[in-house]
């Protein structure tokens, strides 16, 4: 039996897709086979950056880094080929001080397999357009039926029977649209599970490992994907619009500087455009340096919106993004294109939703409509506006005008200033809230009924304020961003020197006792009733400053008259016998003010003064040395710099006491008011 001639070698290296490089560890070439000189036109001495794509070359570098360490696996590379930008995927380990280097040729070309899928946002669309239909509908007969009610006031009962049918119908509209959020939110989560399971198939597809592929394949499979990534970022985008549309879009501040997110953009928009493209983009930067305080990410979403949209619609010349401060503290990005442009008549029309204005260019790149709407939703999201100024033939501008600083802030920093400055006249209230409209909430309802919010977005934050603050009592949300405070809970409650102060526990979900096993004194489920709050809290905490005097004197005699000359006053007194018990209490409880004697037992006044002095937590508490020792000229000065009051014991009296007490809690901003009244009573 005869067996067929093997094929020549040759018809398999044509088929094959695959090119082999070596470099040294600069990018040098040293070797490469057949295959790259053939399809790149490579040789060695040449660099592998010199081969790259204009704006891939940083991508270069850094496989060259980690392939010079490591084996690496599937980097993708846009390289040219025949002066065009073609992608191959790489593998690379070291070899020899080098890299050893094998690519696979990915297909450019691309093809349409998701017609279900469209057909489905098809159908989804529809929807929203007959929902908006009869959202108009209505509104035309609710401004009909008043007109009529104040026509047809003698015909009461008429009147009362086109209301009950006009609330019938706000009805139908309110559960209509409901469907319709719900429809849009659920069938674009739906969406993404096959969304997902294509992207990933069709990558593994075009795998060479996987097997080989005809070239006609190979152009559907990229088709498959190239159009399942543009439906996934549709996908995307409705749900933008369905969060804002629920208000449930949230927003994640940052500081940056308007160059690096030019810069940034600049990475992201480059490739949208061919080499060969009569379309030029311009990014012109700020001649200052500009620093923005707002949501980056969102913002970044606006622009690309904007100039993807300009370059899609401009088939000749150029779109430029600027960026300029405006007045009032804004910044003024513009988008300017030499595109086909929008006639007046359809300006707003370009912000509702899947509404499209016809045209060649339209017909073409095929929009769903959904870019504009969401741009200026995410526009006004983030304190601003999205104008547009266009005319038929004569290109088309767009206007972001934005706060440099949002508000919320704005607004947020100026509580925490606030929140710097303890006021005497209210009683501290810690508030670990990570939701900063929920904190000016709390700040609103607290300033009514006396009470001083001390506002922390973070745990961290909160054990700094307590540092320096003893409040008079917690408002705590244990799910927070990133983290949850029960372990700080727990803490405060499990510390001497904090756990009698009470502890409001509000929060979004039911964990009850939880909260109470951990030593909350009470706890609530979110949204807070504002005169619920205030009257839990007057019950719980002290209004007014909590005043603590510590006595540091190893005389029991002395301790006792002292407390006689105080009694009645608006105090709560501590007590030590010696320094370092004087000292422990300061750091546990954080008096106010403490009476220190010059004649200790066990260490001297000057080391109780360096050690307060050396703790953060102790070194702004005012010091008052009283004592019957005779002080020398030296001791007497380093005592002047260092406490509040000088005192001889024999010449203390309940006025010069109050009077002394009254100047040092005045000078470290506390309540000198109580103490003038209970100087009165006594």
């Known amino acids: 039996m005869r067996h067929p001639a093997s094929p020549d070698a040759r018809l398999f290296e044509e088929l094959s897709r695959e090119i082999a490089l070596v470099c040294d560890a600069q990018g040098t070439l040293t070797w490469v086979d057949a295959r790259a000189q053939s399809l790149l036109d490579a040789k060695p001495g040449q660099t592998l950056r010199g081969l790259a794509a204009k704006g891939a070359e940083e991508k270069v570098d850094k496989l060259l880094v980690q392939a010079r360490d490591e084996q690496v696996e599937g980097w993708e590379l846009i390289l040219c080929r025949d002066n065009l930008p073609t992608t191959f995927a790489f593998r690379a380990r070291p070899h020899d001080g080098g890299v050893l280097m094998v690519g696979n040729l990915v297909p450019e070309d691309y093809g349409s397999a998701l017609d279900q899928l469209s057909s489905s946002l098809s159908e989804v669309s529809a929807l929203h357009r007959e929902t908006e239909r009869q959202q108009r509908e209505l509104k035309r007969r609710a401004d009909e039926l008043t007109r009529l009610n104040r026509e047809l006031e003698e015909s009461n009962r008429g009147v009362r029977s086109l209301h009950a049918a006009l609330d019938e119908k706000a009805e139908s509209l309110q559960i209509a649209a409901e469907i319709k959020s719900r429809v849009v939110a659920n069938v674009s989560h739906e969406f993404r599970t096959p969304l997902h399971s294509i992207l990933g198939l069709s990558k593994v597809l075009l795998n060479p490992i996987n097997g080989p592929l005809s070239g006609e394949q190979e152009k559907q499979v990229q088709f498959i994907r190239n159009s399942a990534e543009a439906l996934f970022e549709l996908v995307n985008d409705l749900l933008d619009l369905s969060k804002m549309e629920a208000g449930k879009a949230t927003l994640r501040h940052s500081r940056f500087v308007v160059r690096d997110l030019l810069s ?153 200033q606030r929140s710097e400055h303890l006021d005497p006249s209210r009683a501290p209230v810690l508030v670990l809230e990570d939701d900063r409209q929920t904190l000016f909430l709390y700040e609103k309802y607290l300033a009514r009924s006396g009470f001083q919010v001390l506002p922390v977005r ?225």
Do not use: C
């Open 458 to 682: 973070t745990t961290e934050e909160a054990r700094r304020v307590l540092e320096r603050v003893r409040p008079a009592a917690m408002v705590l949300d244990v799910m927070l961003e990133g983290e949850t405070s029960w372990s700080f809970l727990a803490d405060m409650k499990n510390s001497e020197s904090t756990r009698d102060i009470p502890v409001l526990v509000v929060t979004v979900t039911d964990r009850e006792q939880k909260a109470r096993a951990l030593g909350a004194d009470e706890f609530w489920l979110k949204p807070v009733d504002e005169e619920r709050l205030q009257k839990k809290l007057q019950t719980m905490a002290r209004q007014g400053p909590v005043e603590r005097l510590l006595l540091i004197d190893d005389d029991d005699v002395h301790r006792y008259l002292l407390k006689q000359l105080l009694k009645d006053l608006p105090y709560v007194l501590l007590e030590a016998s010696g320094g370092k018990e004087g000292v422990r209490l300061a750091r546990e409880q954080a008096p106010h003010l403490i009476f220190l004697d010059f004649v200790l037992p066990d260490i001297t006044a000057f080391d109780v003064l360096d050690e307060l002095k050396a703790d953060p937590r102790t070194r702004d508490i005012p010091v008052i040395l009283h004592t019957s020792h005779e002080l020398q000229e030296d001791e007497r000065t380093r005592l002047a710099r260092e406490t509040a009051a000088i005192l001889a014991k024999h010449t203390l009296s309940r006025e010069v006491a109050i009077t002394r007490i009254r100047d040092a809690l005045a000078k470290a901003g506390l309540g000198a008011r109580a103490l003038q009244e209970g100087s009165r009573r006594g």
């Open 264 to 416: 940034a953009l600049r990475g992201m928009m480059k490739p949208l455009l061919p080499p060969d493209s009569p379309v030029e983009l311009r990014l012109v930067e700020p001649e200052d340096a500009l620093e923005l305080e707002t949501d980056e990410s969102r913002l970044s979403q606006v622009l690309r919106n904007l100039v993807s949209n300009a370059l899609k619609f401009t088939e000749a010349g150029h779109v430029t993004l600027s960026v300029v401060p405006g007045p009032r503290d804004t910044v003024v990005f513009t988008v300017q294109d030499t595109g086909i442009g929008i006639a007046p008549e359809h300006h707003e029309r370009i912000f509702e939703e899947f509404s499209q204005v016809d045209s060649h260019l339209q017909r073409k790149v095929k929009g769903t409509g959904l870019g504009l709407p969401l741009a200026r939703k995410l526009a006004e999201l983030l304190g601003g506006t999205l104008t547009v100024k266009s005319a038929l033939g004569q290109g088309s501008t767009f206007t972001v005008t934005i706060p440099r600083v949002h508000n919320e802030v704005a607004e947020m920093a100026g509580l925490s």
